[in-house]
């Protein structure tokens, strides 16, 4: 089966993912202890196989111990050089793309993967993925600068997308509006007047500003009432305190979806 897409930058760093890895583990936990195969696919994983090894661990340590991690890449050369890391059958490397080279996946993780993409390829990437996973599987689909400080990303099921989260860490965040830098692909030219993407960071950065007063008792408080302000003037963000805490917020995808 020949490998569908195109081969990546490939830049990657430890820890990189460290975020939406986490965030794996607590949203989509349960997706993986019921799935007869706790099968994933670290789709992309670039150039050196590191944020794929911390996956494995992550979950493992996580969610079940017999989690299993496929890295798949398109570039021969890249899944030749990931092979000293496997550790079958918790964790190894092939070649493929969104086709998943044949797999039926509970999930797949693809991070840093779409952004070099065209915004109109992104809805038949997204089916592409999607029409291959195991019954109620889902895709993780973002991005995220390149130590992790930053990101965003989509969780994509059978039925479309479902929910946008965005994260940052807090030490290094001087505004929500610096989260418009890692959207995803689907949203990353859609931060404009009139779009709903646009509105919602808006409305953090105008909640942030209002919250200076808590900044002398850190980022965290500081955030914690940004976010619990923008919630109160509307926006359907999910109550998770505990994740809000961590730097992140999740909505509906409708809430986001371009106009």
């Not at 930053?150 to 479309?160: E, I, K, N």
């Amino acid at each position: 089966m020949r490998p569908q897409g195109v081969v990546t930058r490939g830049t990657t760093n430890p820890n990189r993912l460290r975020r939406v890895d986490n965030w794996i583990v607590e949203t989509c936990g349960d997706r993986l202890r019921a799935a007869p195969d706790p099968l994933v696919v670290d789709l992309g994983y670039g150039a050196t196989p590191v944020t794929a090894v911390e996956l494995r661990a992550r979950l493992a340590a996580g969610i079940r111990a017999d989690v299993r991690v496929v890295g798949l890449e398109i570039d021969p050369v890249r899944v030749a050089a990931a092979q000293p890391a496997a550790d079958p059958p918790g964790l190894t490397f092939a070649r493929g793309g969104f086709e998943l080279a044949g797999l039926r996946p509970a999930l797949v993780r693809a991070f840093n993967v779409l952004r070099q993409y065209d915004e109109g390829e992104i809805a038949d990437a997204w089916r592409t993925v999607t029409d291959r996973l195991a019954p109620g599987g889902a895709l993780v689909e973002g991005t995220c600068d390149e130590l992790g400080r930053l990101g965003g990303w989509v969780l994509v099921d059978a039925a479309g997308p479902r929910t946008l989260t965005l994260a940052a860490r807090l030490s290094t965040l001087g505004s929500p509006a610096e989260l418009a830098e890692r959207l995803p692909k689907a949203l990353i030219h859609r931060n404009v007047p009139g779009e709903r993407i646009h509105a919602l960071l808006r409305d953090l950065d105008d909640a942030w500003r209002a919250a200076a007063p808590y900044a002398p008792f850190g980022p965290r408080q500081r955030w914690l009432h940004t976010i619990a302000a923008t919630r109160a003037s509307g926006w359907p963000i999910e109550y998770r305190p505990r994740r809000w805490r961590l730097g992140e917020l999740t909505v509906p995808w409708p809430t986001v979806t371009p106009t």
